[in-house]
């Protein structure tokens, strides 16, 4: 039995974890399973660049960040566009699965992924699906392989922080990846003692955070530390539409990013030094977290079940602490975002965190 596995979109620390995962179970259930690894995500797929693994490959592997496969990114939306060559893409992808004489293709990836994922199964591939993303907006799970490393790797950078921001009694804006959603930004932001949390899904009033420092500053608080999602937006900006929004960012001055926008303008209203740091990419880096290698082991084991059971179509996924499978047709091009009514953030905000939004 040939099964084809890949690692697609941007990487994370337990991708190697959750191939293991997948590969020790299928070699303990099967003593003639051939594992074929596709080279840098969808594009192995489409150019049939590939390593047949051994089991040997997939030892060693558990505390390992990155992706032995290499990843790439091949945005969903030009699936349908040929390469530059004139290369059909989905039509490549079909003629390597079949080529290989493949029983299934495991796919490890976050949204546009799993948007591929679907289109490939809708092709008549078969199809198991795990679900990796430093930002855990994937629908269909409460926890994404990675977030949890990356949760850890923020929370340092806080930290961090911390300590030099007392020293000088400066206000600090940390910048927290995680796309369009708040998930990284609300776990590291509360993890690291941050004063200010801002989320996508809580547009922010400017007015409203300068004032929680203003308060911070009263108190006698010699330095205020803001954990400020890379996807943060304001009020204002947030009630312009698409098109409105694009011609004011070519008309204001133009930031690197939104945490240094709002730096500036918190030293324009307040008269303070801020600082933005920027951890990046970091987030993505490093070994796994304990969390995340065991979260890998179960999805993995899952997906191996899944392909015992020839029951394709599905993504492996947690739901109340239990692993379980959603169909992808369900999960394709739905986000999972941070609900500005759930407990967490009502709880942050009895401690005295401020999201801006009131
Ligand atoms: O989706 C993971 C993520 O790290 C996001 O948090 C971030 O916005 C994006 O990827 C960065 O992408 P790239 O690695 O392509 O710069």
Redesign the pocket.
């Known amino acids: 039995m040939r099964v084809g596995m890949l690692t697609s979109g ?1 990487d994370c620390q337990s991708l190697n974890a959750t191939m293991r995962g997948v590969a020790k179970s299928l070699y303990k259930m099967y003593d003639d399973v051939e594992i074929i690894g596709f080279k840098d995500g969808y594009k192995g797929l489409m150019y049939a660049d590939y390593t047949i693994m051994k089991p040997s490959d997939f030892s060693g592997i558990l505390t390992k960040g990155g992706t032995i496969l290499g990843t790439s ?1 091949q945005p969903f939306k030009l699936m349908g566009t040929p390469d530059e060559n004139g290369l059909d893409k989905v039509e490549a992808m079909k003629q390597t699965y079949k080529k290989l004489k493949l029983e299934c293709l495991v796919v490890l990836g ?1 949204n546009g992924s799993q948007k591929t994922a679907n289109l490939l199964r809708q092709e008549g591939l078969n199809i198991v699906s795990l679900p990796k ?3 855990n907006d994937l629908w269909g799970t409460e926890m994404t392989f990675g977030f949890q490393s990356a949760v850890n790797v923020a929370t340092t950078a806080i930290d961090c922080i911390h300590t030099t921001a007392a020293s000088h009694g400066r206000v600090f804006i940390v910048e927290v ?3 369009k959603v708040g998930w990284l930004t609300l776990y590291a932001g509360i993890a690291g003692g941050a004063d200010i949390i801002l989320l996508p899904e809580l547009p922010y009033d400017l007015d409203i955070v300068v004032n929680a420092l203003r308060e911070r500053t009263r108190q006698g608080k010699r330095f205020s530390i803001l954990a400020v999602a ?1 996807g943060a937006i304001s009020k204002e900006d947030a009630g312009l539409s698409k098109k409105e929004l694009k011609e004011k960012k070519k008309t204001g001055l133009v930031y690197p990013s939104v945490a240094y926008e709002l730096g500036a303008q918190i030293t324009e209203k307040t008269g303070q030094e801020v600082r933005v740091t920027v951890p990046g ?1 970091t987030q ?1 880096g490093g070994e796994p977290s304990a969390y995340d290698r065991v979260l890998s082991t179960r999805l993995g084991a899952a997906a191996a079940n899944l392909i015992n059971e020839k029951k394709y179509g599905y993504m492996v996924a947690i739901q109340d602490g239990e692993i379980t499978k959603v169909s992808l047709e369900e999960v394709a091009g739905k986000l999972k975002t941070v609900d500005p009514d759930c407990s967490i953030i009502k709880e942050a905000k009895m401690v005295g965190i401020s999201f801006g939004d009131e």
């Open positions: 941007g990114r976050g993303t430093i930002d990846m995680g796309h890379e990419h993505r």
